[in-house]
C-alpha cells in the first residue's frame, strides 16, 4: 500500500531500489543456504541433488529465488535501457531500440521463469 502510493508520487525510483535490496536478500540466502547444504551432505551426487530439489519447501524456496532473480534482472536491465538507449545515443529511433530491447530482456526473463518452474514442478 505505501509502495503504490509512492508511485502514485512520482517516486518510482524507490520502488526499484526496494526490488533490488529484498530480491538480493531471497538470492543471497538461496546462495548461502546451498553452500552450508554442500558443505554439510554426506555426499554430493546425483541422488542427492534430487532428493533436495524434489522437497516441495526447497522447490518453494527455488521458485522463490527465480521470481527474485528476474525482478532483480528487470530492473538492471531497465536501468541499463533506459540509461543509455537514449534519444541523444540513437536519434529518432530511441524508442523503438529501446521498446525491442526491454520486450527481448522480458521475453528472455520470462523463458527463464517459465522454463525453471517447469524444471522445478516436474522432478518425481
Not at 4 to 13: A, E, F
Not at 18 to 23: A, G, K, L, N, T
Not at 38 to 48: E, G, M, R, W
Not at 109 to 114: R, V, W
Amino acid at each position: 500500500m505505501i509502495l503504490g502510493k509512492l508511485r502514485l508520487m512520482g517516486v518510482s525510483g524507490v520502488i526499484d531500489w526496494v526490488i533490488q535490496r529484498i530480491s538480493s536478500v531471497v538470492i543471497s540466502s538461496y546462495v548461502l543456504w546451498l553452500f552450508a547444504w554442500i558443505l554439510t551432505a554426506d555426499s554430493v551426487d546425483y541422488q542427492a541433488w534430487k532428493a533436495l530439489f524434489s522437497n516441495f519447501w526447497m522447490q518453494v524456496y527455488t521458485v522463490s529465488t527465480v521470481i527474485a532473480t528476474c525482478a532483480h534482472a528487470w530492473v538492471g536491465m531497465w536501468t541499463i535501457g533506459s540509461d543509455y538507449l537514449t534519444k541523444r545515443q540513437f536519434g529518432d529511433s530511441a524508442f523503438l531500440v529501446r521498446a525491442t530491447y526491454n520486450a527481448f530482456c522480458g521475453l528472455l526473463l520470462f523463458l527463464y521463469a517459465f522454463w525453471s518452474f517447469y524444471i522445478m514442478w516436474t522432478l518425481t
